[in-house]
């Protein structure tokens, strides 16, 4: 009988050897796939392999280790390599994952594109970036999407999968089972939206954020943390959406199905908040300005004008929050309970961590 090893589904390539390349090469080896990561520098490569080689280690010691597989089979399944032509060779998937760079990544799928033939899902890491320009004038552009990880993906399932205006449905439900099959958790959107659905929720926090620290001061700071993690997080670490709250705590409020499944990523950043949470996902907060100002700023200029929440809309979401949770008093009751009770387990599991 084959090893689990020896009878792996496929090969994967991930190409860049940061963070969040390092943690898709997890992940796709916890499934039994064969990685190839690649960097243009091999020090990189080199450097990429002993960390995943200490985390891993560490994972399985503390009975966190992801799949089914040990961590030195998991590792067995990583390779490191520096010509990308021979990352991508026998590749049913490719993950991008180079900065946050339009003219890189674009310059990389121009790469890719003429070294992949029509079986190969080419997928972007990108934050931000529209699919529309990233993918612009590729021969292979109906096998192209962005599939938006949380940082780092290896701890937070939520993946955005964001096609092309000329992605083939087939790419996208391909990649949403691979997702799937990895222990993600994926969301489509049906086209692509500036700052995609997660980012633009985040931006919205994050703005509001730095205008209160603005008009209010320094001090401010200190005293969102617990406005986050005392309250609004609290709720969201709960998987509760942020419409939810909204019909369940006034009757006759429109709702709507969340956009995100808040569940799969506030918690623990429920705790930080959107500052800490920033300065985290970089090497500080000047290096996370640095690198996503310019997306931010872009993002919340399309944000439009204050909605007038009625009329069509209200409508809309409320008869889609209905199918969840229908308006009588019986079922908001109970789903009040079965929020309460999901609150009072989350505020026991608070007090038992460190601050």
């Keep these: 009988m084959a090893s689990p090893v020896s009878s792996a589904p496929g090969g994967?390539?991930?190409?860049g050897s940061g963070?969040?390349?390092?943690?898709?090469?997890?992940?796709?080896?916890?499934?039994?796939f064969r990685v190839k990561l690649f960097d243009i520098e091999p020090r990189q490569v080199t450097d990429a392999l002993v960390s995943l080689r200490k985390e891993m280690k560490m994972l399985e010691m503390s009975g966190y280790l992801k799949g089914e597989l040990g961590a030195e089979e998991q590792l067995s399944l990583i390779s490191g390599c520096s010509d990308l032509r021979e990352a991508v060779?026998?590749?049913?998937?490719?993950?991008?994952?180079?900065?946050?760079?339009?003219e890189m990544k674009r310059k990389l799928f121009a790469q890719l594109d003429k070294i992949t033939d029509d079986h190969v899902?080419?997928?972007?890491?990108?934050?931000?970036?529209?699919p529309s320009k990233l993918f612009a004038g590729l021969a292979h552009v109906k096998q192209c999407l962005v599939a938006h990880p949380v940082n780092p993906p290896y701890y937070v399932p939520l993946v955005e999968l964001v096609p092309h205006p000329e992605t083939a449905p087939a790419t996208v439900d391909r990649t949403y089972a691979l997702m799937r099959r990895v222990g993600q958790s994926p969301v489509r959107l049906l086209r692509e939206v500036d700052g995609f659905a997660l980012n633009r929720l985040?931006?919205?926090v994050i703005a509001e954020a730095w205008r209160l620290v603005e008009v209010c001061g320094w001090r401010c700071c200190q005293e969102l943390r617990p406005c986050w993690h005392q309250g609004q997080g609290a709720q969201a670490a709960g998987g509760i959406g942020c419409w939810q709250r909204t019909r369940?705590?006034?009757?006759?409020?429109p709702g709507v199905e969340q956009v995100v499944t808040t569940r799969s990523w506030a918690f623990p950043k429920e705790r930080m908040g959107p500052l800490e949470t920033m300065h985290l996902n970089a090497e500080g907060m000047l290096s996370y300005c640095d690198r996503y100002s310019e997306g931010m700023k872009r993002v919340l200029k399309t944000f439009g004008p204050i909605p007038e929440f009625s009329g069509a809309t209200a409508e809309k979401v409320h008869?889609?929050?209905?199918?969840?949770?229908?308006?009588?008093?019986?079922?908001?009751?109970?789903?009040?309970?079965?929020?309460?009770?999901?609150?009072?387990?989350?505020a026991q599991l608070k007090h038992q961590l460190p601050q």
């Design 202 to 204: 985040q931006y919205a």
């Design 248 to 253: 369940q705590d006034i009757p006759g409020v």
């Design 19 to 32: 963070l969040i390349g390092r943690s898709w090469a997890m992940l796709f080896a916890s499934a039994g």
């Design 121 to 130: 899902v080419l997928s972007s890491s990108s934050s931000c970036l529209l």
């Design 89 to 102: 060779e026998g590749a049913l998937h490719v993950q991008e994952c180079v900065p946050e760079n339009l």
């Design 12 to 15: 994967v390539a991930v190409v």
């Design 319 to 346: 008869q889609a929050m209905c199918v969840k949770v229908p308006d009588d008093a019986e079922h908001l009751a109970a789903r009040r309970a079965w929020r309460d009770g999901c609150l009072m387990r989350l």
